[in-house]
């Protein structure tokens, strides 16, 4: 069965040879709820970084 | 009382001289020295690049917020720099040519207790024949003004497309030793989206022509992060992504000559080639913007405070060894010049001990490897440590009293892919220490735990809430101390 996500790629292209995103991985990158919550894990991690680099 | 003169109202310099106006009592001057009149919020030039934000979105005047915080702006560019002063007096000065304020041309000198030079870099668009807006073929986003140009040139091409003629997008560096492939990563995610969003993607071939001799290395060796348990390069990320959204790449290059749709390269290989384009967009290699300095006989010591790449040398081990023995400590803590005490470079300005990427050489002998980023985060952190320094100095120490090394601290960095407030994406970055350090850290150079990236919506958040963040910090709105470098 044909997979939408690698369609594109040409065989023994450079693109074919390294690893494409299924439909979980994109939907879940603009899923609004998920998003939130990366939203607030990210800015935790900046903001860990932040106090690291500032001593 | 004392004289700081900052040169460059830029994102460190900007940032030091209005730390050291709230720190220092009104007895003492704080003066920059700057030739645009406005600030302009170089990250969202990629948004003007597409036609999402206005130029007048990215930048404000400068005039009335240096006025509001009693800073002594002289809208000029420094010309030259005599640390000793002059044969009739010691006290040290510069010299600076107006480019604004009715003074446009007019010269003039200014002494300074202590120099802070924050001067940016020079787009060295000269340096690859037919490269840049300006009498070139390829545009540029480094610029707000480069940026609107971009954008009304992508506009003709996304016509052509929805015309139905075939359109070759190349976007990425113009020379073997360019810098900032972050920014051209942006623009070449944003204008997919862009093409995406108009229908017209598949008409178009995009292209990713870069100095970088693996994707995902940006001038800093790479970087490696956790994921689905495993430790795992950005170039793994970084051409999943490229591939994801169907665009080639043609890695290890330095752009010799660009002409009327066509860019000449070399390789890595020593081979040479070219790639037909209807739109470029390449980032010039960046330089020292050319400063001169002068003893107190007037003989020129440029030599000796300049790299000769035109950057000022600071605390940093400029030895010149080779690869195998590059150590974290290399990189400058202070940022004080080893001969004149009381000058200071930072941000792009200061010049880097070496690369971080692994230095490349073609058969030919031509060097091609990115050079080191100074990104926003670390040079505004430059620019607020330099300001404590100088505050300190000015209140009695004897040195410099705070650090910020590029191998000692981190960086966040949000590289957009994409504008839209549910379909926008971006990739949040964080890299700690930003030069890697393998003694510290074998292996990998990082420590894994403060190494992080992810792409999504939450990244186009965030770098849309900062873009209004610092246009409020620059701006010292009400809290804008409060807002982190
Ligand atoms: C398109 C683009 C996108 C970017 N995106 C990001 C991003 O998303 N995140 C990030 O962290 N970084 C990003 N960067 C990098 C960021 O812009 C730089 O790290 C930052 O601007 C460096 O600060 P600086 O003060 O050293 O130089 P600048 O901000 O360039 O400031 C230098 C200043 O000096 C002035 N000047 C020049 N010559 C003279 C002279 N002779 N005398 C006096 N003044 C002079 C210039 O006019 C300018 O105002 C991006 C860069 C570009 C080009």
Known sequence: MAHQHVEHLDPYSPQSGTMIPGGLVKFMRTCVLWQIIRFLVINLRMTKLILKSHH | ?485
């Open chain 2, 1 to 485: 009382m004392a004289r700081v003169v900052v040169m460059g109202g830029g994102v460190s310099g900007h940032t030091a001289a209005t730390f050291l106006r709230d720190w220092l009592s009104a007895d003492h001057e704080v003066v920059v020295v700057t030739p645009n009149s406005k600030w302009n919020w170089i990250p969202s030039n990629i948004w003007v690049g597409v036609g999402r934000m206005k130029k007048e979105d990215v930048v404000f005047d400068l005039d009335p917020v240096y006025k509001k915080a009693n800073i002594d702006y002289r809208q000029a560019k420094a010309l030259t720099i005599h640390p000793e002063g002059s044969k009739e007096s010691d006290t040290p000065f510069i010299t600076i040519e107006y480019t604004g304020q009715g003074k446009e041309g007019e010269k003039e000198e200014l002494t300074y207790d202590y120099l802070i030079n924050a001067t940016g870099p020079k787009l060295n668009f000269a340096a690859t024949e037919g490269l840049g807006p300006h009498g070139g073929h390829t545009v540029s986003v480094c610029t707000a003004d480069h940026a609107v140009h971009a954008n009304e040139e992508l506009h003709k091409v996304i016509a052509k497309l929805k015309a139905g003629e075939k359109q070759t997008l190349v976007i990425g560096t113009g020379h073997g030793m360019c810098t900032c492939q972050g920014a051209a990563f942006e623009y070449i995610f944003n204008i997919d989206h862009e093409l995406r969003a108009a229908g017209v993607r598949d008409k178009a071939e995009v292209i990713w022509l870069t100095n970088e001799s693996f994707l995902g290395d940006f001038g800093m060796g790479g970087m490696h992060v956790k994921r689905g348990g495993y430790i795992a390069s950005s170039k793994i990320f970084a051409e999943s992504l490229f591939a994801e959204h169907d665009m080639e790449w043609i890695l290890g290059t330095h752009v010799t000559k660009v002409e009327e749709g066509k860019i000449h390269y070399e390789t890595l290989d020593g081979d040479t080639d070219f790639q037909e384009f209807d739109f470029a967009m390449l980032i010039p290699p960046f330089g020292g913007v050319g400063l001169k300095a002068y003893d107190k006989e007037g003989a020129d010591i440029t030599d000796k405070v300049f790299a000769p790449n035109g950057f000022m040398k600071v605390d940093a081990d400029y030895s010149g060894k080779p690869y195998e023995e590059w150590k974290a400590s290399d990189w400058p803590r202070t940022l004080q010049n080893p001969d004149y005490k009381n000058m200071f470079a930072v941000g792009i300005a200061f010049a880097p001990p070496h690369l971080m990427s692994k230095p490349m050489k073609n058969p030919n002998g031509t060097p091609i490897n990115p050079t080191p980023p100074r990104t926003g985060m670390p040079s505004a952190m430059m620019g607020k440590a330099v300001a404590q320094s100088i505050r300190d100095m000015i209140n009695g120490a004897k040195e410099p009293t705070h650090t910020a090394s590029m191998s000692e601290m981190g960086a966040a960095c949000v590289a957009s892919a994409g504008a839209g407030f549910f379909s926008g994406k971006a990739v949040s970055m964080t890299v700690y220490p930003v030069v890697p350090d393998y003694e510290k850290y074998p292996g990998v150079g990082r420590d894994l735990s403060y190494t992080t990236g992810e792409i999504g919506l939450a990244g186009h958040w965030i770098k849309h809430f900062l873009h209004y963040a610092f246009m409020w910090k620059a701006q010292l709105k009400p809290g804008w101390k409060i807002i982190p470098e």
